[in-house]
């Protein structure tokens, strides 16, 4: 993917650990600690006691994780309006700037990155941050940007979670419900009573799986990119809600919860938990031959080595990134 290219990097640290703009919390509920983390092995999944280590921890928030070419990935800061990324050193870099506050990531097959910009709509944002009316788009960062969509049947698409490119240039996205937004900007729901976050596609694309609470979804995707066949394809056996999704080389679906995340075949079976250090929210495959899985966890450490905390009223957006060595390797033909 010729858009990799050092142009992008600025270099900063490796650990950032500022305090953050001052935000009021409306509802948000504050990051988990850390806990212990004893991984059980899931057969041709995970060792039996592989280890979760640090690769970045920072208060400037972290998420929708996409694999690179080169082992390393990408992630989105909303609050600093910024992409970065995390090479397979653990060296971390500017990749992107002014990103209209990106809050998930995805790569096209042509390499165009794609994201779910959500602009203003910080449930943290201070209530004396002057007023903006910037829309919520689904939108190409780079190479060029541009704008999808940004609106269903007229309407305002609100606050977006997550997105997964496909191969007609479109995007399948979540924002409360399900949604395909095609390369001409048309937008179609998949259905109602979905109570969706992450969503991700399937080897061939054939399939696009959602979160639904304690549950997942599976879609048949149609030529026009719409969807058909509704069923429930798995349930999160070890409890929570799921987030972040990704897919292995063996098509296996990866979905984060709080437990940590949790594994499931191509059917549907639950094949385990791998538990994590910290409460999950975004996975993807990444590092030597894909065979290495990151996660971001809710929550890091201070300088001092003790959990970052905020003062009451002002969100934490403190997270880190973990990752762990793999049986599976990660599906290669995507970047998620």
Known sequence: MEIFKAAFAVAI????????????QRGTPPPQGLRNATVS???????????????WQGTDNADGLVGLDDGGLLF???????????????????????????????????????????????????????????????????????????????????????????????????????????ADGRVTSL????????????RD??????????????????????????????????????DGMTIDADGRVYVTSGPGVQVFDVDGKYLGLIATPR?????AFSGTDKKTLYVVGSGALGPDGREFVTPQGVRNNAKTIYRIPMIAQGFKGRAK
Not at 41 to 55: E, K, L, S, Y
Not at 107 to 129: H, M, Q, Y
Not at 194 to 202: C, D, P, Q, V, Y
Not at 279 to 283: A, E, L, R, T
């Open 13 to 24: 640290p490796v650990v950032v650990l500022s305090q953050p703009a001052v935000a009021r």
């Open 205 to 242: 694309d054939r399939i696009v799986y959602v979160t639904n609470g304690n549950t997942i979804l599976a879609f048949d995707v149609q030529p026009g990119g719409t969807t058909a066949n509704r069923r429930q394809f798995a349930t999160l056996e070890a409890g929570g809600t799921g």
């Open 76 to 182: 989105a800061q909303e609050q600093p309006n910024q992409v970065s990324k995390l090479d397979a050193s653990d060296r971390v870099s500017v990749f992107l700037r002014d990103t209209h506050g990106a809050g998930a990531l995805s790569i096209a097959a042509d390499g165009r990155i794609l994201a779910v910009e959500r602009t203003c709509t910080d449930p943290g944002r201070s209530a004396a941050a002057p007023a903006c009316t910037e829309p919520t788009v689904v939108g190409v960062l780079a190479p060029e940007r541009k704008t999808i969509a940004d609106n269903f049947d007229g309407k305002p698409l609100g606050r977006l979670n997550d997105l997964v490119a496909d191969k007609k240039g479109g995007a399948y996205f979540t924002v409360g419900g399900a949604f395909y937004a095609s």
């Open 279 to 283: 409460s999950v929210i975004s996975v």
């Open 41 to 55: 092995g899931i057969p041709d999944v995970v060792a039996n006691g592989a280890v979760w280590t640090r690769a």
């Open 191 to 202: 259905g109602d009573d979905i109570r969706a976050n992450g969503i991700i596609l399937s």
